[in-house]
């Protein structure tokens, strides 16, 4: 099929609302969101200890925290796999094959990317903001959430930017999840298999919704950030 051919076949099936293409979206939405929910707390809470803590070792700590945002998405999925595999430690919780397992995948992406944004927006705010909480009676929690209100435009885009990282990666959900028919199959798995297949409208047509989700969260910030001529 040409090219030209194959992209208007792939608009015709995304106006026809084909249920086994919007099945796979779902599935991407579904696992991206839920893994980077289960990710992104503990990974910002982990980025302030970090920020406001001296310790032995903390240099080694943020350059491992940087050095995993390249980490590759298939060696993710290789020791999950083999942790979550029947003769595995965790084999016994069955969730090689489920879109849990591929929750946990992705929330083990995500921790890091998130983890690194949050600490750099952490480090490169103005010390006073922390240190005027502390002289006007905040305590340890209430000095935690008041900088965290004051720095959530740069935390959402650190959560952004784990977010594009999640939906676009394809290593982990396949191993994990085995791009398996209406249960696992993700954009990502699913453009690869039909590529492979030589179908290339329906791959058009999921990556033209993998663009357009990206496009959609990066404008929703902008919006929230006032940026780029955005008014709210």
């Known amino acids: 099929m040409e090219i030209g051919a194959a ?20 599935t991407s939405l579904m696992v991206a969101v839920l893994g980077l929910a289960i990710a992104a707390a503990p990974a910002v809470g982990a980025a302030w200890l970090i920020a406001t803590h001296e310790f032995p070792g903390r240099r080694a700590v943020v350059v491992l925290a940087q050095a995993f945002l390249s980490f590759p998405t298939v060696l993710v999925g290789l020791v999950l796999y083999l942790l979550l595999t029947r003769q595995g430690p965790l084999g016994s919780l069955a969730l090689l094959f489920t879109p849990a397992g591929m929750v946990l995948g992705q929330a083990v992406i995500g921790f890091p990317v998130v983890l690194a944004f949050s600490l750099s927006t952490l480090q490169g705010a103005d010390p006073r903001l922390r240190e005027t909480a502390r002289v006007l009676g905040a305590g340890r929690w209430r000095t935690f959430f008041t900088v965290i209100r004051e720095l959530r435009f740069g935390l959402m885009a650190a959560i952004v930017a784990g977010f594009g990282r999640v939906i676009a990666e394809v290593g982990s959900a396949l191993m994990i999840g085995g791009n398996i028919e209406g249960s696992t199959r993700t954009i990502t798995t699913a453009i690869a298999l039909e590529t492979s297949k030589g179908e290339f409208a329906q791959g058009i047509a999921l990556g033209i919704v993998l663009v357009a989700l990206a496009l959609m969260v990066n404008v929703g910030l902008a919006w929230l950030q006032g940026a780029g001529g955005f008014r709210r």
Do not use: E, N
């Open 7 to 26: 992209t208007l076949a792939a608009f015709r099936l995304l106006a026809s609302g084909d249920a086994a293409l919007w099945f796979i979206v779902w």
